[in-house]
């Protein structure tokens, strides 16, 4: 369940009867010696008795016996398909990592294999997340490397040969034991909670720290890089290490959204149309980045993804995707806000167009009060700016300016200083204005004698007594 725990179980095992853990891709038999390597620890489960030539321990390990299963010494009677002799060494089990999605499965809450249905995970989800259930199978043993960047990894319950363990103090208990440090190895501590997602609307997976570790797992199995897409611009969606050709929509919700009562809606009314019965989905709660003017990280927000994928081929590759998004979209359009959507954006990659916002829809309650508010602003705006002119307004006193000079400025020729006119100054201790001089009459000035340069006029004066 998207909103509930997931079981996921793990895959690979070190039991002493799977050939794979075999260098030589077989079982031991009775004239073989058999080699463990005496620095690697090592937890190995034996179903069944067995006859050996000899065999090499190593120092830090434990053989976990079924009832009836044990080792003897081969007597050298005929062994059907055995007679070879040869040295058969234990595979390293040390690379087997908690982050590396291909180690994990779906299964049901008893244990068995989920189909591969129309839903998927995408791959930060793929690995347990912090409200899952992890399931290791009964009379198996097995060996994790659990490094990670977070010093816990938290998770609901832990299942473990045939024994659930669903709370802090028993998870704690089988830690103390001898046989925890024999399964579990790395610098990550795992942590049983017991609970699980308290909110409705879904929890986000928490294995975002660790997606570098789960993509590099991902790409060293395919090869160290991404397939390539069939679409001219693929998306990429949250938590998902390679680009997909198809559709994404990314959801605003409010308090009254349910995750899985809307997945089934799409289940149900949606993918179950014979028109999509090709059609694979992935929806779940992440967390988007938001970024202050497209650069500057800010924050994240948590959104609803829905990712939606179709087996179409060539340019018809990520078309049904497309049909499937209108439809969601011209759903919420008709009934989001009473399935507690607020928002919803698509995109979608084709083989025939590039990717890129084609749709998206905004609630009108929502819609409507941005515009409402957007217009009072410019009415107010406009009412001030009008009555400023009108001069109903008050202006604003004139603040000082500061004029920086410019590299320019300096690079101009300087201005040669106008010459020392022969004019007179005021003097400061009077503020009595010169008398008005007509245009046709001498100025006082211009009745000095000449060899003044530089006089002024003394207002307790009149002219008769200067001369």
């Known amino acids: 369940a998207a ?27 009775a004239s073989d010696v058999v080699h463990f390597e005496k620095n690697k620890v090592i937890s190995v489960f034996v179903r069944s008795p067995h006859a050996l030539t000899d065999m090499y321990l190593p120092l830090n390990g434990e053989f976990v016996l079924a009832s009836g299963a044990g080792f003897a010494a ?25 982050f590396d999605p291909t180690l994990w499965q779906d299964v049901s809450p008893g244990g068995e294999l ?18 899952d259930d992890v399931i290791f199978q ?48 790395g610098n990550g501590t795992l942590q049983v909670m ?37 679409c001219q611009s693929p998306l990429q969606p949250l938590g998902h290490c390679c680009g997909v050709c198809g559709a994404t929509i990314n959801l605003d919700f409010t308090p009254d959204f349910d995750l899985q009562k809307y997945r089934d809606r799409l289940v149900q009314a949606l993918l179950s149309q014979p028109k999509y019965a090709s059609m694979r989905m992935a929806i779940s709660k992440v967390h988007k980045a938001q970024t202050f003017l497209g650069v500057i990280p800010r924050s994240s927000t948590p959104v609803i993804q829905i990712v939606l994928i179709d087996d179409g081929a060539g340019a018809q590759t990520g078309t049904t995707a497309g049909q499937l998004a209108a439809d969601i979209m011209e759903d919420i359009a008709q009934h989001g806000e009473a399935l507690g959507i607020s928002s919803g954006k698509m995109e979608v990659a084709t083989g025939s ?22 217009l009072f602003g410019l009415l ?37 200083p106008e010459a020392v006119s022969d004019k007179g100054f005021d003097n400061p201790m ?15 000035q211009e009745m000095a004698p000449k060899d003044h340069q530089v006089f002024y006029l003394n207002p307790l004066y009149d002219a008769s007594e200067t001369e």
């Open 353 to 374: 167009t590039f990717s890129g916002q084609v749709g998206s829809h905004v609630l009108s309650r929502i819609t409507a009060r941005t515009i409402l508010g957007l």
């Open 380 to 416: 107010l705006l406009g009412g001030i700016l009008f009555l400023y002119r009108k001069g109903k307004l008050r202006s604003l006193p004139r603040l000082p300016t500061l004029r920086l000079p410019w590299p320019w400025d300096r690079a101009e020729e300087p201005v040669s």
């Open 430 to 444: 009077f503020n009595v204005e010169p008398p008005i001089v007509d245009p046709g009459e001498e100025t006082p």
């Open 194 to 230: 017991g609970t699980g997602c308290p909110d409705k609307s879904g929890c986000a997976c928490g294995n975002a720290p660790d997606s570098h570790r789960i993509c590099a797992a991902l790409l060293r199995a395919s090869g160290r890089q991404c397939p390539v897409p069939a």
């Open 114 to 131: 989920e189909p591969s249905g129309r839903i998927f995970s995408v791959d930060e989800e793929r690995v347990p997340c912090r409200y």
């Open 3 to 29: 909103a509930t725990a997931v079981y996921k179980q793990w895959i690979p095992n070190t039991n002493f009867e799977t050939a794979s853990n075999w260098e030589k891709g077989r079982v031991p038999c």
């Open 138 to 185: 009964p009379e198996t043993s097995f060996r994790v490397n659990v490094d990670s960047s977070r010093p816990v990894i938290h998770l609901r319950s832990i299942s473990l040969m045939g024994q659930e363990l669903s709370s802090p103090e028993a998870w704690a208990g089988y830690l103390r034991g001898p046989s925890a440090p024999l399964q579990f190895h």
């Open 74 to 98: 081969f007597d050298g009677s005929w062994d059907p398909g055995c007679d070879s002799g040869a040295t058969v060494r234990f595979a390293d089990a040390e690379h087997h990592a908690w």
